[in-house]
């Protein structure tokens, strides 16, 4: 099993910036896969951005250009750094762990997330 803490959330207005740390530990050797997911006020959870053991990253449409992940592999931490920020970006941040095959991507583990709320 996976732990995971997310930290970096907070208030900030529109066109500003944050950034987002999530800290894993445990069975890490078990995962490939981390992501950040967000769920917005009465919306559907969205996945925001995935990075693989391999360095590849993939954002949603959303956000291309806008937001980065990235880790640190000695730490055991991933970034997500988001800049112009929209209000719509207004959300709950989670931060996933999980493992990705040929055939199938299965996150297994989550964070307990972190509010990022973005004034007009």
């Known amino acids: 099993q996976v732990q995971l803490v997310e930290s970096g959330g907070g208030l900030v207005q529109a066109g500003g910036s944050l950034r987002l740390s999530c800290a894993a530990s445990?069975?890490?050797?078990?995962?490939?896969?981390m992501g950040w997911y967000r769920r917005a006020p009465g919306k559907q959870r969205e996945l925001v951005a995935t990075i693989r053991s391999g360095g590849s990253v993939t954002y949603a449409d959303s956000v291309k250009g806008r937001f980065t992940i990235s880790r640190d592999n000695a730490k055991n931490t991933v970034f997500l750094q988001m800049n112009s920020l929209k209000p719509e970006d207004t959300g709950v941040y989670y931060c996933a762990a999980g493992r990705e095959s040929k055939v199938s991507v299965t996150y297994t583990d989550w964070g307990q997330g972190t509010q990022v709320t973005v004034s007009s």
């Open positions: 445990g069975t890490i050797f078990s995962i490939n896969l």
